[in-house]
């Protein structure tokens, strides 16, 4: 299966980052074979209907290539007073275009939400907004208890990801939740 990665963070030590990272760990622990691929929402530019009629970003090309080849799309967002940041709604709305008879890459795309903050609240605040936009997009969003992160910036580090127990035992829920939500047989219709 092929997972696609995207953080709502454009910083460089990002929370969130370490929480995709340390879902791409756990997934080279689950049997079967998971190809994971970090998505970069700072790639992009910001959207503008001249530029999408132009065809003229590759950057954004690129993005909804990988997405529309995942199975599943798994995204770790910060809280910016209570929502996500911009550069994660502005991939989204990249992300939504269809372009003529092909549909947005987000349609029907299995998409797993976490979130990270070094606040009480793990950035849980910014989930319920995300969730709403992804189901905008028509984006099949799994359906699990929220996780996040919670006071992140405490947590210890490993090789780029976050080893406390129990938010490793949270994300691996998640991250089961996310592969058993891919239809089977979905990777040849890609
Ligand atoms: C503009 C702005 C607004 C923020 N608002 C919140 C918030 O509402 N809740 C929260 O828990 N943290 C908030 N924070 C702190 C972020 O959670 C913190 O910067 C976090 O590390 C960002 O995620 P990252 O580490 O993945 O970059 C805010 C930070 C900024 C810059």
């Known amino acids: ?23 791409r760990h756990i997934l080279a622990g ?5 190809e994971t691929v970090a998505l970069s929402v700072a790639e992009l530019p910001f959207y503008e209907a001249g530029l999408e ?22 995204i770790s967002t910060p809280a910016y007073n209570g929502a996500m940041p911009g550069a994660l709604k502005n991939a989204l709305d990249w ?7 092909t549909p947005s890459p987000l349609t029907g795309r299995v998409t797993a ?7 009480a609240r793990g950035g849980l605040d910014a989930q319920p907004g995300l969730v ?3 189901g905008r997009c028509g984006a099949r969003v799994v359906e699990h208890e929220p996780v996040g992160a919670a006071r992140a910036g405490a947590l210890e580090v490993e090789d780029g990801r ?21 239809p089977a047989g979905a990777e040849v219709l890609v």
């Open 95 to 101: 992300l939504s275009r269809a372009e003529g008879a």
């Open 162 to 182: 976050f080893t406390e127990p129990e938010l490793v035992a949270r994300l691996e829920s998640l991250v089961r939740a996310a592969l058993a939500a891919v």
């Open 53 to 74: 009629l132009a065809d003229g970003s590759p950057a954004v090309r690129a993005a909804k290539e990988l997405v529309a080849g995942a199975d599943v799309l798994f």
């Open 113 to 119: 939400v976490t979130s990270a903050s070094p606040g």
């Open 30 to 34: 689950l049997p079967g074979t998971h």
């Open 132 to 134: 709403a936009v992804l």
């Open 1 to 23: 299966m092929k997972i696609v990665l995207m953080s709502g963070s454009t910083r460089r030590d990002s929370l969130n980052t370490t929480v995709l990272e340390t879902v």
